[in-house]
């Protein structure tokens, strides 16, 4: 019944392009034998501000596409309650068994640092009375998440998700919708990707699924690692995202789960895959993805490289799936709802890896040099013209000599250096320096924005003017 693309259990292989290989020794250890103290925390970095310009692309693109799809956006707290992550994650998974920062606040409760943010999302719907707004609820956010996991290549502890999740409608065109809007945001950065999808249908048809994978995979059992024998036991479903090559091996011949979906959840399915042929987002299916949170339920998935041939962990820009039956489990009114995240670290360095660079902020386009005080008092000023103006200046306040200043222009690729000398400050004039040409002209200061604006914006109709007498300093 389903289109068959299936694609084979993947190898695990390295990632491919590992940008900035993480460090392979503990530096916290390090620093503290050699008592230097303030490493950063391993798996915790700082976003310099030479990496702000890809971060900010994307943080635009998303924001941009949340807005044209009218998600409304939502900050979250960082900390919640930690039963809200263990209850609704699942005591079997990873992230609440090892990943969770968990601890006792100084009021004595027990409290985490958010591993992710669907269940605050959902808690707040509950908390808000959203259930009583025009549904669906449509709401994005995005901030960091922690999880206490092994650092490398594209795997923090402290990393930034951008979320999108829509409460209360169970129409198959919501997860359909929230999948091309993933697709568009990554489309708009120029990122080719695949989107894996599945369906693990209703908690009651799972738990037939799952009797008959337990049963399969326990006539193997001697064949599997510990850690796959431990999810056998706890958390089968994680077992068909094991990465141990034995289990991906056995795979093959284990029972798919699309073959035990009731005949509510093949439809839901089925129409979530029409949906996306008919705008045309190219999907692959995976009989293998199960997304390891608990909450999930019909349509899970998961967007990748495109030319990605990793083992879909690292690799995987972003995932989400519906989860009908989380409000509810959090003590709201049912609520169908589905959503998805993506990994804003995976992104930019997607972004790196095709060498796009953006420039962190707007370039100066105009230098503002001054020699003395009472210039730099007047500068000062001056500075907050141009800002309101919407011009930026950049400066060397630093710098003394005319010669380093203007060096330091140049470097910028500046057009304009505005040139402030005692004698210029005594005038109420202020030189500006054509910095491909070196002509000068000495202008009135309180006319100085105004001209400024008009040659960046409208150059060739502002003629450098005769009426200023013509100073030619000398080249530095
Ligand atoms: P998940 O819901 O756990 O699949 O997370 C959604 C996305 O967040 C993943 O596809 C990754 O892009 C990103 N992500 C998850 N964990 C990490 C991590 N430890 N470091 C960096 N990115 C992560």
Redesign the pocket.
Known sequence: MYPKKKVAPQKESAPKKVLKEEPKKDLEEEAEKSGKTFELLR?FRDILPEDQGRWNLVRDTIRSIAESYSFDRIDLPILERSDLFQRTIGKGTD?VEKEMYVFTDPSNRSVALRP?ATASAARAYISHGMLDRPQPVKMWYLGP?F?H?RPQA????Q?Y?AGFESFGVDEPIVDAQLIVIAHQIFKQLGLDVKVEINSIGTSECRAAYLTELVSYFRAHRSKLSEDDKRRLQKNPLRILDSKEEVTRELLQGAPQILDWLDEKSKEHFMKVLEFLEEVDVPYVLNPYLV???DYYTHSVF??VLADDTGDGSQS?????GRYDGLVELLGGRATPACGF???????VRALEAKGVNPPERPQPRVFFAQLGDASRRVGLKLYEEFRQAGIPVAEAFGKNALKGQLEAANKLGVELTLILGQKEVLDGTIIIREMESGAQEIVDVKKVVGLVKKKLELDKTVPFSDTASALILPNS
């Open positions: 798996g992230i992710e998440m999880r996991d594209g795997r923090y502890r990393f998700q997304r390891g949170l998961e967007f995987a820009l972003g995932g989400g995240a993506l990994g804003l670290e995976r992104i």
